[in-house]
């Protein structure tokens, strides 16, 4: 193989230019010229396929920097539907008349689809990231069952892993996706410096993290020691969260809670979801799960509850909201995920050089 193709599809993560520092370092070692395309599989649509070459006479531009955060390729979240077989014919005859014999898509659970079509012609590797770390790996038990797999809670299109995408290694128990070490890093530091704010003025932090439908990025903000932790997987017992906030309240005068962005009530609806408002200029607003949160604790505690200990605050002040946002994707990547990511991103090309199709590179 003489020349791959590498692209970063779907949200970003800290982690990216590390994993592709990886491909290419690796694609140096062995005699391959690496292509960048840029803008994901979006890129591939335009008749030019607008690329980069990462590594003129096998030696790594130096604006490609594993450290830094984003991706230098840019990134979409655009997918080429295997149904659209017109384009697909087009992409392909583009691919090759570039000269690209295989391609690294560096993604999560929509990229793993996405490359499915485009590898039925041209060989794929998946060199996985993303910070929400659902990529359904985790609860693979044998490998055999794979295609039955779906990440609990998880109702995307893309949460289907297909069945044809083979792992490297079996063993995937203590499998996790770079970016994901760096989300959770971040999450632990706003956590603990919620903490101390929240401290000086007797209230009740609530914080929202990242992870869509997913509960890991929640989960790992235990780093942060938060007093509570409300994950999508498992639906909200209101009853039960109201007394357990009362009596970490009773005891330290404040209270922090991190609640996953896609959490649900008992009735399984999102929380957030069923209060959208409209504003003036006629946009629905979506409230979070993090305001809903709050709105049912103020209604629940009630301004007594406060006036007692605070003296003079409602509610409504007692009880703060927070998104980490997207802080949690943004950035440099910690030294973990910038290791780890760098050299999946090598075993990626490893797995296309030994004629490897459809994938995942793993360690
Ligand atoms: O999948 C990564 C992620 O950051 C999720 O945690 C989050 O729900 C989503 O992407 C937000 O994506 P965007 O801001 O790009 O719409």
């Not at 655009?78 to 691919?95: C, G, M, Q």
């Not at 041209?122 to 790996?137: F, S, V």
């Not at 044809?164 to 290694?169: H, V």
């Not at 994901?180 to 609530?206: G, K, L, M, N, P």
């Amino acid at each position: 193989m003489r020349r791959i193709g590498v692209l970063t599809a779907g949200g970003d993560t800290p982690a990216l230019n590390a994993t592709i520092y990886g491909v290419v370092e690796r694609a140096n070692q062995l005699g391959v010229e690496v292509i960048g395309i840029i803008k994901g599989f979006g890129g591939m649509v335009d008749p030019r396929i607008p690329h980069l070459r990462l590594n003129p006479l096998r030696t790594t531009i130096p604006e490609l920097r594993p450290d830094i955060g984003g991706t230098i390729l840019g990134a979409s979240r655009t997918y080429i539907d295997k149904n659209e077989k017109e384009l697909l014919k087009a992409v392909v005859a583009r691919l090759r008349r570039l000269g690209i014999e295989g391609i690294i898509c560096v993604g999560g659970d929509g990229t793993i689809n996405g490359l499915q079509p485009i590898s039925d012609f041209i060989p794929c590797a998946l060199a996985p990231k993303t910070i929400d770390n659902d990529l359904g790996l985790n609860y693979i038990e044998e490998p055999n069952d794979w295609e039955l797999i779906e990440t609990p809670g998880h109702k995307s299109k893309y949460s289907r892993i297909y069945s044809r995408t083979e792992l490297e290694l079996a063993d995937i128990v203590n499998y996790a996706t770079p970016g994901y070490a760096t989300a959770v890093f971040v999450v632990a530091q706003a956590i603990e410096r919620t903490r101390t704010t929240a401290e000086s003025h007797r209230r009740i932090a609530i914080v929202e993290v990242m992870g869509r439908d997913s509960g890991y990025i929640a989960l790992g903000s235990a780093y942060g020691q938060p007093d509570i932790i409300l994950v999508p997987e498992i639906p909200i017992d209101i009853e039960r969260l109201e007394r357990r906030v009362r009596e970490i309240y009773e005891l330290q005068k404040h209270v922090v809670i991190v609640v996953g962005e896609g959490v649900r009530d008992e009735e399984g609806h999102q929380l957030g979801a069923k209060s959208a408002s409209v504003d003036p200029a006629g946009n629905i607003q979506f409230t979070g799960a993090s305001e809903a949160l709050q709105q049912i604790l103020i209604e629940r505690l009630g301004d007594g509850y406060f006036q007692h200990r605070r003296r003079h605050d409602n509610a409504k002040q007692a009880i703060f909201t927070r998104k980490v946002g997207h802080t949690q994707r943004g950035g440099r990547p910690i030294m973990f995920d910038r290791f780890y990511a760098t050299q999946l991103g090598g075993k990626a090309t490893e797995l296309l050089v030994h004629g490897r199709n459809n994938h995942i590179a793993t360690l």
